[in-house]
């Protein structure tokens, strides 16, 4: 039993004894840590700003001296003979090159100055000829507007002197119907007074029994003669003036037919030539109202329809023989229904068209083109002599 305490107890000795040893280095270790510590706050304490003095350089420049090998062939001495050449070379010629870099950065720098400048310029020249070619612009709407308004005040001044002669147009003919009506009334006077003289020279003749009632009789007779002829004269020379041909065989009743006959053909044919003439009259009335130029007259459409059994367009300020554009109705024949045009609205080249009354559209069409073509030449003209 003794020995085993004995052996208990060196066992415990040798544990502690180890135990005495880790704790001692740890004490070390952290003694060292602490050092470090402290020497690390108070460099840091101390540590100024960036100002290095002579003394280290110099003892770096020593260290690198240090560190630096000294060739021992010749090869590698010859080696660091050139390096060190050509440094020299090079550090003698950073100047120049650097001047020389300098140069080509100025020139360059010069080059895209002008480039900047050529820029602005054909900016500017840009924007200047987009203004004047706004102000001409302007301009030209201004020229326009001042057209129109001078186009319309022509254009009322035309229909006013349009108005003025369609109504002295309606005169005369009322004035005409108003003659015709007094005409009749006087002939039906005439009538009526024959009758009252015949009733007269009967009462007359009865009252006074003669025996030579024959002589009554023809003085009658002469005065229903008399009468008779003048109202046949009056008739003839009504239908003369219309341009029918008479006859001295003809008599009263055929005279009066001849007359309603020709009135019915003339009305026939205004109304195969109604909507020709119609088309151009609205064509004409468009033309003057937009495209008219300036220095030409008013255009106008004349309608002879029942006279000569033709409608033709000409300027306002030209006669009747210098139209442009002829329209009439071939033979002046209604059954047929042939219409003719003639064009003389471009000098170089006059022809003649025929169309029927159902082709309405292409002869409205062909119209509008042969006038439109007119009136650009015209004021192809015009500009050339201002030109000139």
Same mark, same amino acid.
């Given at each position: ?13 040798? /544990?502690? @004894?180890?135990?005495? /040893? ?15 510590? /402290? ?11 960036? @100002? ?24 590698? #001495? ?28 100025? =020139? /360059?720098?010069?080059? *895209? ?17 987009? =203004?004047? =070619? ?7 709407? #201004? ?32 004035? *005409? ?13 005439? #009538?009526?007074?024959?009758? $009252? ?42 239908? $003369? ?23 019915? @053909? ?68 209604? !059954? ?44 192809? #003209?015009?500009?050339?002599?201002? !030109?000139?």
């Amino acid at each position: 039993m003794k020995k085993r305490v004995k052996k208990v107890k060196k066992k415990t000795k040798k /544990k502690s @004894h180890r135990s005495r /040893k880790k704790q001692k280095l740890k004490a070390r270790k952290k003694a060292k840590k602490t050092k470090i510590i /402290k020497k690390t706050k108070t460099s840091r304490r101390t540590k100024k700003k960036p @100002h290095k003095s002579s003394k280290k350089k110099k003892i770096r420049v020593r260290k690198k001296a240090k560190w630096i090998k000294i060739p021992k062939s010749k090869k590698q #001495r010859k080696h660091l003979i050139k390096l060190s050449f050509q440094n020299v070379i090079n550090f003698m010629l950073r100047p120049i090159f650097k001047a020389y870099d300098d140069f080509r950065v100025k =020139r /360059k720098i010069e080059k *895209l100055r002008k480039i900047a400048l050529e820029k602005k310029k054909k900016e500017s020249q840009i924007k200047e000829e987009r =203004r004047l =070619r706004y102000e001409a612009k302007q301009q030209e709407l #201004r020229d326009e507007v001042k057209l129109a308004r001078e186009r319309s005040q022509d254009l009322k001044k035309f229909i006013r002197h349009e108005q003025a002669i369609i109504r002295r147009e309606q005169a005369k003919k009322r004035q *005409l119907f108003l003659e015709e009506i007094k005409l009749e009334k006087k002939i039906e006077s005439f #009538r009526k007074r024959e009758l $009252q003289e015949i009733k007269n020279l009967e009462k007359l003749a009865l009252k006074d029994q003669r025996e030579d009632y024959r002589l009554v009789e023809e003085r009658l007779e002469k005065i229903k003669e008399k009468y008779r002829l003048i109202r046949e004269q009056k008739i003839k020379e009504r239908v $003369q003036s219309l341009g029918v041909e008479i006859s001295d065989d003809d008599t009263k009743e055929d005279l009066i037919q001849k007359e309603k006959e020709y009135t019915e @053909h003339r009305k026939n044919i205004e109304l195969v030539l109604e909507s020709f003439y119609r088309s151009a009259s609205s064509l004409v009335f468009q033309l003057n109202k937009r495209y008219i130029p300036k220095h030409k007259s008013i255009l106008r459409v004349i309608d002879r329809r029942y006279e000569t059994n033709e409608c033709f367009i000409r300027y306002d300020d030209s006669p009747d023989e210098d139209w442009l554009i002829l329209i009439y109705l071939e033979d002046s024949d209604t !059954a047929k229904g042939k219409i003719i045009v003639e064009n003389k609205s471009n000098p170089e080249k006059q022809e003649t068209k025929s169309f029927q009354t159902k082709d309405i559209f292409t002869y409205s069409d062909y119209l509008v083109d042969s006038m439109t073509a007119h009136i650009d030449r015209e004021i192809d #003209r015009e500009r050339q002599k201002k !030109a000139s």
